[in-house]
């Protein structure tokens, strides 16, 4: 390679990698649930991190979770298509407020698998490690707490 091509190809190269977006990145937020506890929930922006979800994951641990993140308020359904453990799962309005809930939803061990959607439109998902919800008392109307981070 010459010189001059050299000298072109590494700023067109730092302008490449300088122009993908973060919303590809792994994200994290902490929510604070209404009884105080505290989960770090891995985001899900972008339309393959929704569609990826938890799947092929062997476990997941109290204090962690997953928040599905759109772009407007709609009825979203979830399936547990290729999923290893069973999980609650909270559906949220723009306000933070729990609109449905979903409870012990089991790993679909063949298709066609059922679809679990809200009885309100939601902005949110956040799914949690069975049990979550009874432990800590959440029920419709509670509001959850957190700060997403720049999403673009």
């Not at 476990?59 to 399936?79: A, H, N, P, V």
């Not at 949220?92 to 439109?121: G, T």
């Amino acid at each position: 390679m010459k010189r001059n091509e050299r000298n072109f190809l590494i700023p067109l190269c730092l302008i490449f990698f300088s122009s993908i977006s973060l919303r590809g990145e792994v994200k994290f937020v902490k929510i604070t649930l209404p009884d105080g506890f505290k989960v770090t929930a891995e985001l899900a922006i972008t339309e393959e991190q929704r569609q990826q979800g938890l799947m092929f994951r062997q476990g997941m641990k109290e204090d962690q979770g997953m928040l599905f993140i759109f772009e407007t308020e709609d009825y979203y359904s979830f399936w547990m298509k290729n999923m290893h453990f069973a999980l609650d799962m909270l559906w949220l309005d723009s306000q933070r407020r729990i609109v449905h809930i979903e409870e012990n939803v089991p790993p679909c061990p063949n298709e066609p698998c059922p679809s679990y959607m809200p009885s309100r439109p939601a902005l949110y998902v956040l799914e949690l490690v069975s049990g979550s919800v009874k432990k800590h008392g959440l029920k419709i109307g509670d509001r959850l707490d957190f700060i997403l981070p720049p999403l673009k």
